[in-house]
């Protein structure tokens, strides 16, 4: 919707003519007077959590707005959050198991070990699985959760990998403008560039993205028609929706993308569905790694309210035997509940703790590290009963020109903290230097 359109919506709502409000995250906050029903679908979509200022999670506003007006709360999915799951086995709320309705499962799912594979992008038997799946005339889907050409960059003369000039970040290299690319800050180069150490030209590019999957596919299977989705391809909704109803009206059979191509599937039933590289969530230093990595490959094995199940999927990975693929694979989402959540509890995460992650950023390194420091030995002086990981550098230590450091408070009742917090953001907000980024619950931890 363009703005207009929000508006005209929003005004019936307010006005009572319009009874049921339905939309993405921000439609929490609809004007619905007194609500007497909120249904989160799919609520273990990490994208209900807003990663900008407010930072608010759907779920705990929808529970909030149910203890202010006496609503009640749905949280429906095929496979919940740990944390949801947690509260409904221990009783926070009623669990409710539907079984009617549930979908017939005849897809085959094999897990690819590419370790040993001369390509990790194009295992054998996926090019034997896409050849089949072409002779038969079925529509293809291969997911690749990196966009661009190659994600990587390498100086070929001193080894020194490539980063962005304004963020600590990988740059990558995108066909067919041979340009270089940050997919964080959006700098772009359509020059060659010199590594920043030796001042050599001589570039290597590593990895796969969309782009380079593309070709990849031209090449083997060539006068096969494609359609690729992602974000440097798709700009609008218009050329969205344009791309999809050309792959609807077949006008090419296969269709490759993102994960943003799970957001908008064609109503069709896929002869493979391929995923490129399973870790590239399951590696993020997050301790949601495995739970985002199990979300994901649930859905795409076709057990999601949406998708139509293919008839093969295929799973590529360096660590077949993990218990997010594993459990994907085999659509057991108990089985993948009590090991995670086991190791949450070992480690003393979420359900079982409460989490603050507190970034602060400025452009002078120096700087931004005393004043985290300091802000950390005032918490710790202050609050002897929780545990206070930090400072340390941000996972993204520098971004768009600023250094970041950051601290995790982690305990079971922070309520407490939250006051000190709000002292401390008052504070920061006077100092023009650094700023403060307070994040409670935070769904991840870049």
């Given at each position: ?47 209900y ?97 990196r ?17 962005c ?22 700098f ?34 060539q006068?096969?028609?494609t ?7 798709i ?108 190791s ?74 939250k ?28």
């Open positions: 919707m363009n703005e207009k359109e929000r508006f005209e919506e929003w005004s019936r709502i307010h006005l009572g003519k319009a009874k049921i409000a339905i939309g993405t995250r921000s439609a929490v906050f609809a004007p619905v007077n007194a609500p007497g029903l909120i249904v989160i679908d799919e609520e273990s979509e990490f994208t959590k807003s990663e900008q200022t407010p930072k608010y999670h759907v779920r705990e506003v929808a529970i909030f707005f149910a203890k202010e007006f006496g609503s009640k709360v749905i949280l429906s999915s095929s496979n919940p959050s740990i944390e949801s799951f947690y509260g409904a086995k221990t009783g926070d709320y009623l669990l409710k198991e539907e079984t009617a309705g549930k979908k017939e499962m005849n897809t085959e799912i094999s897990i690819v070990d590419v370790k040993e594979e001369s390509s990790r992008q194009l295992s054998l038997q996926l090019k034997e699985e896409i050849g089949k799946a072409l002779a038969a005339k079925e529509p293809i889907m291969l997911v690749q959760n966009r661009g050409y190659a994600p990587f960059l390498a100086c070929n003369s001193c080894g020194n990998s490539l980063e000039p304004n963020c600590s970040l990988s740059l990558a290299y995108h066909s067919p403008d041979s340009s270089i690319r940050c997919h964080r800050c959006g772009i180069s359509l020059q060659k560039i010199a590594c920043p150490k030796c001042f050599s030209y001589s570039i290597n590019y590593f990895g796969a993205g969309t782009q380079k999957i593309e070709s990849e596919i031209g090449k083997l299977f006068g096969i028609k359609i690729r989705i992602d974000k440097d391809n700009t609008s909704k218009k050329s969205a929706n344009i791309a999809l109803e050309a792959f609807v009206e077949d006008e090419a059979q296969i269709l490759i993308g993102t994960q943003m191509v799970l957001k908008a599937l064609p109503k069709k039933k896929f002869g493979l569905v391929a995923v490129i590289s399973a870790d590239a969530s399951l590696n993020c230093p997050d301790f949601r790694a495995a739970e985002s990595t199990f979300d994901f490959l649930f859905q795409i094995t076709g057990r999601s309210a949406d998708f139509i199940p293919p008839r093969k999927v295929i799973i590529q990975t360096l660590n077949p035997s993990h218990y997010a693929i594993t459990c994907a694979a085999e659509g057991d989402y108990k089985k993948f509940f009590e090991t995670e959540i086991q949450r509890r070992d480690f003393g995460y979420p359900p079982f703790s409460s989490l603050i992650n507190i970034v602060l950023s400025g452009k002078d390194k120096e700087n931004v590290h005393q004043k985290a420091r300091d802000f950390c030995g005032e918490l710790k002086a202050g609050y002897k009963c929780i545990e206070i990981l930090g400072p340390v550098r941000a996972p993204v230590e520098k971004l768009k020109g600023m250094a970041r450091y950051q601290m995790l408070i982690k305990g079971k009742d922070l309520d407490m903290i006051v000190r917090l709000k002292d401390g953001i008052k504070e920061f907000a006077k100092d023009k230097e650094v700023r403060i980024s307070v994040d409670v619950d935070p769904a991840n931890l870049g």
